[in-house]
């Protein structure tokens, strides 16, 4: 029993990996999501990926300990059924836990994908060894995890961690959650490129011509290769993530917040706002311990951290 499944449902791919004890992935497979299937193609689709993961490894079933597996959406409180996900629009009041369990007869867990995220960077990544860690992942959405006391801090309604909706400009952007103001209706990929186009549009020059082509990795390149609106651009998104993480550094005071997704590709552009945010508006005796870092495990986070989630699970049920 050395090792974990971990299965990461995304709205584009769908990953597993075969994890050991430490976290480190043995074989990893990727498919595209059949994101518009019903519920029972997916299910399938998660059940071929796992076999044919089992198989390629050459491992007999009781070398696995059980599968964990992440998915988008909110679960029910029981951990046990995928009430809905916005990304995947058919996949509703799915009692997945038990399909797969029955489907391999093994322990199995679920989790929220953002959480499992969190606590594989927790279990092996860039929090490895901290009892108390937040991680924002910043892509085309924001999401988040919470770790307190070295457990993943899961709500009344096992929807916490949606550092997302934090409201940081009252009657502000609208959100696509319907609030106004969110992080995500600021920093997230998305958000950065409408505000980019709504700067030239208004008059600012660039070397980017405003088009509806235009996404995050192009403004990106074009502020490593100088050209100030995208560089202008990138620390105003950083300070609006600073003053989320702000927030987050005043409630929790984590050890570490760990940020991750396609956004963290502007390296220093974004870091340093960040730090420069944090620094002024915290006291600096009780926050100085607080470290703000990179993801270290990448794409890989979501099939470490189900995996994990599912070891510590069997762990504390012994
Ligand atoms: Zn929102």
Redesign the pocket.
């Known amino acids: 029993m050395n090792y974990a499944i971990g299965v990461d449902l995304g709205g584009t791919n769908l990953k597993a990996g075969i994890v050991d004890i430490d976290g480190k992935v043995h074989q990893r497979l990727s498919v595209k999501t059949d994101y518009h299937a019903d519920s029972q193609t997916i299910s399938d689709q998660i059940f071929r990926l796992i076999d044919t993961l089992i198989s390629m490894a050459h491992l007999a079933k009781s070398d696995i300990s059980g599968i964990g597996l992440g998915s988008p959406g909110h679960i029910d409180k029981r951990g046990e059924t995928i009430l809905y996900s916005p990304n995947l629009p058919q996949w509703r009041n799915v009692p997945i836990k038990n399909m797969i369990t029955k489907r391999f007869v093994v322990p199995c867990i679920l989790e929220n994908d953002a959480n499992a995220a969190a606590w594989g960077e927790n279990w092996a990544g860039a929090g490895k060894g901290t009892s108390s860690m937040v991680m924002m992942t910043i892509g085309t959405g924001i999401g988040g995890g919470i770790i307190t006391e070295n457990r993943l801090w899961r709500g009344a309604n096992n929807v916490a961690g949606e550092i997302?909706?934090m409201i940081i400009q009252a009657s502000g952007r609208k959100?696509?959650?319907?609030?106004h103001g969110?992080i995500?209706?600021y920093a997230s990929a998305t958000a950065m490129v409408l505000r980019f186009k709504e700067a030239l549009e208004s008059g600012t020059q660039s070397s980017l011509k405003n088009c509806d082509e235009i996404t995050a990795k192009m403004i990106n390149d074009a502020a490593f290769q100088g050209d100030k609106a995208s560089l202008d651009i990138i620390k105003e998104t950083g300070q609006y993530i600073g003053i989320a993480l702000l927030n987050i550094m005043h409630i929790l005071n984590p050890e570490t917040i760990v940020l991750a997704g396609g956004m963290t590709g502007s390296g220093e552009l974004l870091m340093a706002p960040i730090r420069e945010i944090t620094k002024q508006g915290t006291f600096e005796e009780p926050y100085k311990d607080t470290k703000i870092v990179f993801s270290e495990l990448g794409n890989d986070a979501g099939i470490i951290g189900a995996a994990g989630c599912l070891l510590k699970e069997l762990e504390t049920s012994v």
Do not use: I, L, V
Not at 175 to 179: A, F, L, R, V
């Open positions: 997302g909706h959100c696509k959650c319907g609030n969110c995500e209706a």
